[in-house]
């Protein structure tokens, strides 16, 4: 399986910290799209946003795995393997 992915053993059993992307209500500006972190709960912006704070996350603190909270979404994306789990 191409992209096989051992870093959702990092992930926590954690829920969404804010309602939105923490950054952008900070800034007071909206987003397309939530991600949220599963290893601190930290929800950003998908890339399609202008902050793109869900990948800054990551490059930021190197927290790989994060999932996306849109409703009827259900997959868990990968940084470092750039794979959907
Ligand atoms: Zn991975
Ligand atoms: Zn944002
Ligand atoms: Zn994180």
Not at 8 to 21: D, M
Not at 50 to 60: C, I
């Amino acid at each position: 399986m191409p992209g096989e992915c051992n870093h959702l053993e990092l992930a926590q059993n954690v829920g969404p910290k804010t309602e939105g992307c923490e950054e952008c209500l900070k800034e007071g500006e909206s987003w397309v799209q939530l991600r949220m972190c599963l290893i601190c709960g930290r929800v950003g912006c998908c890339d399609s946003s202008w902050g793109r704070h869900a990948t800054k996350h990551f490059e930021e603190t190197g927290h790989p795995i994060m999932r996306s909270i849109e409703p009827g979404h259900n997959w868990t994306w990968c940084y470092i393997d750039k794979a959907y789990l």
